[in-house]
């Protein structure tokens, strides 16, 4: 299998699906969604931050923290 940090670095890290929607339409895509019956919510935002560090609190097996 795949160790967390390949499974982050290389897929949408055991996401479904990853929507990128403007702010002002964010609660209206989380009503449609729940209207079809699907879990969403809101994961980050796109910033013009220079620097590029990510941390992610893995959901695998480990349970580390993997910093981009």
């Not at 079809?36 to 919510?41: D, L, N, R, V």
Request: proline letters at 0%; a negative charge.
């Amino acid at each position: 299998g795949l160790s967390d940090e390949e499974c982050y670095s290389t897929g949408n890290g055991g996401q479904g699906a990853i929507v990128v929607v403007d702010q002002e339409d964010t609660k209206k895509f989380l009503d449609l969604a729940t209207k079809f019956g699907i879990e969403a919510k809101v994961a980050g935002r796109i910033t013009e931050k220079k620097d590029y560090d990510v941390a992610i609190q893995s959901k695998f097996s480990s349970g580390q923290t993997i910093y981009y």
